[in-house]
């Protein structure tokens, strides 16, 4: 005899024993030659349609905003630079765009005190220099957080491209806007927060684009040093650091076996706001 499954227990049954249990209710014998493997089946089926709910919706967006990149990266080898290595620097003359293959980029400044300023950390999918639109000089360099390989282009060849395509065209111009958008936002947090505050939207943001799931929290992929952050934050080092020691007190940040950080980010949400 079949045995029926009780409402409150199917929280911690397998999908397979639930088509079982659908087979069962139907009137068949899950067991008889043809639907023995279907609870199998029905399963893969069931995760495969249903697969979007554990993907993450950084990554997905970036696929949709992929067909740039499909066109003008087609038949172009990449360039392969060292972590620690300068992609590209203030004061460069070219105008040239470079689209990430792998690994994670440092995007900043340097002020005239000679300390560097980052403003994100860009991952396999981004560009970074575009701010060599602006016809001037350019203001921000890239470097390699790690071994990194890149594919440079030309902003003439992008342009030459893009202007064929007005799909393509909306793209780069969302690309230059997101850029002008963040730019915004950090000097909104700079006008108005404390190094805390700064430090968990900082974080925030490194968690949504940067994050992997580690059990409830999410684990940066890239290593970052204190330094590094508190270049993010626009704040000295022992203050980040002792923002961060705060943080860690109660249960937000941690870091794991290897020294990458980890976060709670609904923990440090609620904070935020």
Known sequence: MQTILEPQSL??????????????????DPERDGLRDTPERMERSMLYLTKGYQENAEETATIFRGKLCDVVLRNRSATTFEKDQVICDVGDESQTLFFLQKGFVKVGSIMEDGHELIYDVRKAGDIVGELCASGQQRQDRAV??????????????????????????????QIFCDSLSDAYDQLNTLASSDTVHRLVRVLLKLGTQLGHSSGQSSELSAYLTQEEISQMVVARRERVSTAINFLRNRGMVDYSHRGYLVLDLKALKNYGD
């Not at 397979?16 to 009137?27: A, I, K, N, S």
């Not at 060849?157 to 202007?163: G, M, S």
């Open 144 to 173: 390699a957080l790690e071994r990194t390989e890149v594919i440079a282009v030309s902003l003439d060849e992008v342009l030459d491209i893009a202007r064929m395509n007005r799909e393509l065209l909306q793209e780069l111009v």
């Open 11 to 28: 929280a911690s049954t397998s999908l397979q024993e639930l088509m079982r249990e659908m087979l069962v209710r139907l009137g068949e």
